[in-house]
């Protein structure tokens, strides 16, 4: 959908310049949460009401403007009426600057839910969230509009479910497309170097256990059918055998944006050590492992799903 050149996406407005549609489009009831670490320039294309604007930036900011080098309370008595949040974010963009920005608008939405204020501007009889600087193509795009679909829904719940969902689709791509285990027939590439107990399916085997819970061998994954997991594990997906990690291809939590902003490092846990297990079984316990006493937590293995 597009006006104009700008390209919608959902609510967001992308591929924009932000500080000529902000300077076109501005009215004394829009506040615009400007994200941007480009602030010299930003200012010097700008031709908008100081008040009007709140810029959230790492750099030291001209003191005739409202800054923060993070989200705090103290945002809330610029806010007007109408709210929008403007991300200008180019092509070589870091990781960390990717992490304290998704941070940031963690804390942002919090607060405003909080509040009860909404993000909204209606732009061309579109009622939008956010302006982005990026296209398409940007290596974060896709990690900023699930970040902000995440942060617009109404549970907790559906919030996880919405970054697990996006971070399975991305493992899946990984090993699939690159076909990382290197699957030839049906075996991967371990199992044809004579690494492993068994010929096929990689490693998707678990534990069988005898009465008295003695240990009688492996056998095939229950929620393996027709060589494809109906689970949707992402510990399982998360996970590399020795024969990857000798290659070095491995995939940590702190490494993967969204997993790294959203969940505390009591989750991390939760994410990286239940293979075998649901989805749901998962998302259930992300949700009640905050109110579990650290103290009883890390001794007890308490992020594993029994």
């Keep these: 959908m597009k006006f104009k050149n700008i390209t919608f996406s959902g609510k967001i407005l992308y591929d924009v310049n932000i500080p000529n549609f902000i300077s076109s489009n501005s009215n004394s009831s829009l506040t615009v949460i400007y994200f941007s ?3 010299t320039d930003t200012i010097k294309k700008l031709n908008i009401k100081k008040n009007n604007i709140l810029f959230i930036t790492q750099h030291s900011m001209l003191p005739q403007y409202h800054s923060f080098k993070h989200i705090s309370t103290s945002i809330f ?4 009426n109408e709210v929008t949040i403007a991300i200008d974010i180019d092509d070589n963009v870091s990781f960390g600057y990717m992490k304290y920005l998704i941070k940031n ?8 839910k909080k509040r009860n204020i909404k993000v909204n501007y209606t732009y061309q009889n579109f009622t939008m969230l956010s302006i982005l600087s990026c ?4 290596p974060f795009f896709d990690d900023i509009c699930t970040t902000l679909e995440a942060l617009l829904s109404n549970s907790q719940k559906k919030q996880y479910e919405i970054i697990y969902d996006y971070v399975c689709t991305y493992l899946d791509n990984e090993f699939t497309c690159k076909n990382i285990c290197g699957f030839f027939n049906n075996t991967c590439a371990a199992s044809r170097a004579g690494l492993t107990q068994y010929k096929y399916n990689g490693c998707c085997y678990t534990i069988e256990y005898g009465p008295g819970g003695i240990i009688l061998g492996h056998k095939p994954c229950k929620y393996l059918v027709n060589k494809h997991c109906v689970a949707n594990c992402i510990s399982c997906k998360l996970h590399t055998c020795y024969f990857l990690k000798m290659k070095k291809i491995e995939y940590k939590i702190k490494n993967i944006l969204l997993l790294n902003c959203f969940f505390s490092h009591k989750q991390w846990l939760v994410l990286k050590y239940n293979v075998f297990t649901t989805k749901e079984e998962i998302l259930q316990k992300l949700l009640h492992v905050k109110f579990i006493p650290s103290i009883f937590y890390y001794p007890f293995s308490l992020y594993k799903i029994n």
């Design 77 to 80: 008595k610029h806010l007007s």
């Design 37 to 39: 670490n480009h602030i």
């Design 105 to 112: 608008l963690i804390l942002l939405f919090k607060m405003l």
């Design 135 to 138: 296209q398409a193509s940007n």
